[in-house]
């Protein structure tokens, strides 16, 4: 990152607080997923009976679950793996959907006609259960989650590369860029796909907060990652049978912590849009 | 002053950006009488389209008066709130705006917008008011008014939606019409007809209007006062035959100069001082092609039919000497744009032969045709130059990659030396270089674009339209520059325009185009001073100029 970079970021964020707390937040939160480990009070596996279903308190600040592992550590932990579920599937779809949308908006006629009637298919399913389908077919594995994830996510990627490509495919400098000797490849490649990254990142920030929810969804279905892994999902589900009994900070934290994940994300979107868009400097 | 119909007294007009209070009206005095035509000239940026916006209150949130006032009928505007705002916008008086296409809603009916209009300043019943649309629709004589009132904007031309704007605009019979760049974008023969019909329609309803134009023959033709505005101030008040007869401002001068006229020279469009740095390169002509050399570009049947079988260019044929420069002009439509991308081998011809230095083209698919060995000899300027640089380039990059991609530069000592000397053979400043597309000018923006095209010492030189978009003042500079290029490196330049005084001006030859075919081609001041079909003459007829204009100065 160049200094310009820095500063122009450093003016957005000065002027849109609300995207500087959203980026606060990110960065906590990949903080955590990455020294997780050694920030935690308490081993998160670890059962210890005779400490069960205490309410938060000094000791255990988020409370402890029916074996009485600590609800913070386990949070804390499940942050990295939530983390990585969402960022490898995304990147996934990015990387595939920018490319494909790019090349499919650049070209247009018969290729484009057919991808885009397979992803309006693809729509056409309740993205949801078509994830729970993958993962009960392919087995109940993290590597299924991701792949799911990835291809649920994919449609939408598509369409927005086509649709973002296909208003710049006439535009002067592209065809300038053709008159300096570029084949219609490295256009695609070398001058359309940096030229949408900016809108693409929106997308991304957005899709990752819907990604960590599919995927705590599906643990919290029972597909995907099993206990006593700990998940952010999972502990939802877990919690939800103490409810009734007043055991509220067993769902409530949990919960607490995919509602902050997600939100950031989604405010981290609009601001990124501003930092990465090289027209919104002066 | 208090009997004119509007009158503004040192207005000042403040925009906040980024970088503070930026001042962009800064005391502007002016007076409108009631049914008068007044033109307010000036170049982007000069503060015209802002004072119209602030005297319909129509200023953008980060907009603001700062002082000053605009008395409309005694009663100050900048002071009206809430209904005697809507009274005073739309039916007092009201704005007509540069885009037509943009300005109308595009899924309603152009009948229901008129009657729209109507409603909110009338109480009147529906009916009624389509019956006042329909006879709005006949007053800006749109044929068939009876069908047009369900046609939706999309289904008319640029024209005809200007006139649907015109017809809104007039719809409460407002005393002061405002319109902002009216005609920029339409070709000549459809600026004349609506300018013709917006003056007749002003003079017969007694409407006193305001023109804010760049275009000084415009102005000249249709208005008998004139205001040159610069850096948001009025620099000068005249009559038409004053103003381009005696300009007592420098910058007037320096305007009236840039502006192309039937008879002017590409050395008369800047200031003498200015021209006699390049006085030396002129002297040194071209020696005629020595007899029997082949041409450098044979164009045989051209012909471009796109999927629905009708066809955008057919039959075009025509030979170009190196170093010669050839106009082709015609309205939008007529093909010209296709074909410049045919011979620029961006677009594959349907039918016929592109001959460069004897060797066939035209057979090469336009998408082998990056490794093709004449890449390099044929470039091109493009049109918009805010649209024909990359967002992610800097202006560097952008010169610097024909030089990577076709001359096999690689980053380093000699790929800056010509970066260098590309840019300061087109005037650029080389502490630009390292900017951004948004951070340059307009016309910075369109010295980069040339730069690049020139970059590689091309042959042939395809220019489309690059001067549309530029100020007068600029357009003078970059068409100097060109010349100038001709003359020193032998570039063929093929300049498609719509702008005949300039095609005039730096074309040996000129192609008149109408639907894709050739109607008229010869030698440019022989076509133009003695057209021979009813188009060109029409076409050449259109242009404004302020030669013609001030046939009404003088009736006065």
Known sequence: ?282 | MSQSLLSIEDLHVSFSTRRGMVEAVRGVTLAVEAGEMLGLVGESGSGKSVTGFATTRLLDTAGRVTAGKILFRGQDVTKLRGDDLRQLQGAAMSMIFQNPRAALNPIRAIGLQIADAILTHKRISKDAARAEALDLLRAVQIRDPEQRMNAYPHELSGGMCQRVMIAIAISCNPALLIADEPTTGLDVTTQKVVMDLLADIAAARGMATILITHDLGLAARYCRRIAVMEHGRIVEEASPKTLFGAPRHAYTKRLVAASPTATSRIEDLVTAEEWERHAAVVSNARPPAAHGTPPLLEVRKLAKRFDQGSAAVADFSMTMAGGESVGLVGESGSGKSTTSRMICRLIDPSEGDIVFEGQSIGHVASRDFHRSRFRKDIQMVFQDPNESLNPRFTAFDCIAHPLMRLAGLRAGKELWQRVEECAERVGLPLDLLPRFPHQLSGGQKARVGIARAIACRPRLLVLDEPTAALDVSVQAVVLQLLDRLRRENDIALLFVSHDLNVVRMLCDRTIVLRNGGIVEQGESRALFDNPKTDYTRKLVEAIPHFESGPAMATAL
């Open chain 1, 1 to 282: 990152m160049t200094s310009a970079t820095l500063r122009h970021s450093v003016w957005i964020l000065r002027g849109n607080p609300l995207t500087a707390v959203a980026a606060t937040g990110v960065l906590l939160f990949v903080l955590v997923a990455i020294f997780g480990p050694w920030i935690v009070p308490y081993d998160p596996v670890v059962s210890n009976v005779s400490e069960a279903l205490l309410p938060p308190s000094a000791a255990h600040i988020a409370g402890t679950d029916q074996l009485g592992r600590d609800v913070f550590s386990r949070l804390v932990i499940a942050a990295r793996l939530d983390l990585a579920i969402a960022v490898s599937a995304v990147g996934i779809s990015f990387l595939i959907g920018a490319v494909v949308g790019s090349f499919c908006g650049y070209a247009g006629g018969k290729l484009d006609r057919a991808v885009g009637r397979f992803v309006d298919v693809m729509m056409a399913f309740p993205l949801f259960v078509l994830a729970m389908a993958m993962v009960a077919a392919l087995g109940n594995r993290i590597e299924n989650i991701v792949i799911a994830t990835a291809i649920i996510n994919l449609p939408f990627y598509i369409r927005f590369a086509r649709a973002e490509v296909n208003v710049r495919r006439n535009v002067g400098w592209v065809e300038a860029a053709r008159a300096c000797g570029e084949s219609h490849f490295s256009v695609v490649l070398r001058f359309l796909l940096p030229n949408i990254l900016p809108a693409m990142a929106v997308q991304i920030s957005l899709n990752l907060g819907w990604a960590i929810l599919n995927a705590a969804g599906l643990s919290f279905i029972g597909l995907g990652v099993k206990p006593p892994t700990p998940e952010w999902g999972i502990m939802v589900a877990e919690g939800a049978r103490f409810i009734s009994t007043g055991r509220w900070w067993l769902v409530a934290f949990p919960g607490l912590a995919l509602m902050m994940a997600v939100l950031c994300f989604n405010l981290l979107g609009d601001g990124m849009r501003d930092i990465l868009d090289p027209r919104m400097r002066t």
